[in-house]
């Protein structure tokens, strides 16, 4: 959006500016449909009560959910994640294999899931 693409901008960080759901432009992307298309493959949304766009700022990360796009909205979580990306994009964190949650726990033994079989996790 505006405000954010013109704080992202001044940082030095690409982005385009799209337009609110509520508010759609010619001619400008609309937020809410570039989720929906999986355009945009993250979702950054930080409410806070200052918030002035709370009907956008919902729309936006509701669409987020149920198209399964991943959404970010607390700013500590961010600055962890960006930190990483950076590491990762230097070469810092290399030899991680990710894995499903699923796969992790088809690939771990009984001794590695519970201290004692018995017990109610």
Not at 91 to 97: A, C, F, H, R
Request: aromatic share 8%; glycine share 6%.
């Amino acid at each position: 959006t505006k405000a954010t693409g013109a704080v992202l901008q001044k940082n030095g960080v690409p982005c385009t500016v799209v337009a609110y759901p509520t508010e759609p432009e010619e001619g400008v992307p609309n937020a809410e449909e570039l989720i929906r298309e999986k355009e945009i493959c993250m979702v950054v949304n930080v409410p806070t009560y200052e918030s002035k766009r709370l009907e956008d700022n919902f729309i936006m990360r509701r669409t987020a959910v149920d198209f399964g796009v991943p959404l970010l909205t607390n700013m500590n979580l961010v600055k962890v994640f960006a930190d990483a990306a950076h590491k990762h994009a230097g070469g810092e964190l290399t030899g991680l294999d990710s894995t499903t949650l699923f796969e992790h726990y088809k690939a771990e033994s009984d001794a590695d899931a519970w201290s004692d079989p018995t017990e109610y996790h």
